[in-house]
């Protein structure tokens, strides 16, 4: 079982203002709690003992909050990008000394009730730099970027979108240190990184099934906090 993983928490979350204009968009108000806390709890449940947060703007709201991770029994460090802001790419690399050689990477706006430890051993048993996960998506709740077939990312481009672009970045990737040996670059946006290893024919895919929920936009904040506070109910029945 994999038990490291990065929270990608380090963006200004624009897309959120006016709500995000003074707070970070980890520490918005999800059912009562900051949604980091929501998140934390979810990865305790999914076996993850080791969290890396890589934070920026707004991060020490992040870390005050969260700590060193004890109320959530999770052993939890903070990787700051500093003065200039490294991108999602750089942000990880900058924390690869705090990591184990294979680690969960999800990003920090991403609520996911997928079976991590089903991820992982895919990952393992496809021998891949990396894993991505992707949802058959259809331009349904978010642009689709993505050509999948049989376990391959044969394309991916946020940007740019075709008709063969069923399935979107689920929000879930599993990397290994190994995968940034040979990449120079210190500020780079990890989609940049995924179309490195595709060319490579070094990133491997796996297909969730069950949607996802974020809160980078105002409506996936508002279907999130649903989706939450139903679960919250069902366990209260």
């Not at 990008?81 to 991108?87: A, F, H, I, R």
């Not at 750089?90 to 990477?105: E, N, Q, W």
């Not at 990312?153 to 190994?178: A, C, H, N, R």
Request: charged residues 30%; glycine residues 8%; hydrophobic residues 40%.
């Amino acid at each position: 079982m994999i038990e490291d993983l990065v929270i990608l928490a380090g963006g200004k979350a624009t897309r959120l203002y006016p709500i995000t204009q003074d707070i970070a968009k980890a520490m918005v108000d999800v059912c009562g709690e900051p949604f980091i806390a929501h998140q934390l709890k979810l990865l305790k449940r999914q076996g993850i003992k080791r969290v890396v947060i890589c934070a920026g703007y707004l991060g020490q709201q992040i870390k005050d909050f969260v700590g060193q991770g004890e109320k959530f029994s999770l052993k939890v460090e903070f990787s700051f990008d500093g003065e200039k802001l490294l991108g999602t790419g750089g942000a990880i690399k900058k924390a690869l000394p705090l990591l184990k050689d294979i680690f969960f990477v999800l990003y920090g706006d991403s609520y996911l009730d997928a079976d991590f430890k089903i991820v992982g051993e895919s990952f393992l048993q496809l021998k891949k730099s990396g894993l991505m996960t992707v949802f058959k998506n259809s331009n349904q709740w978010d642009k689709s970027n993505i050509v999948y077939c049989d376990n391959r990312i044969i394309k991916y481009d946020k940007p740019e979108s075709t008709p063969k672009m069923e399935y979107i970045d689920y929000g879930l990737s599993v990397l290994s240190k190994k995968a940034f040996a040979n990449f120079d670059k210190t500020e780079f946006d990890l989609s940049d990184f995924y179309k490195m290893l595709i060319e490579k024919g070094d990133l491997s895919g796996y297909e969730i099934k069950e949607r996802f929920y974020e809160i980078g936009s105002l409506g996936g904040l508002e279907e999130t906090k649903a989706y939450i506070m139903n679960n919250k109910k069902k366990e209260n029945q």
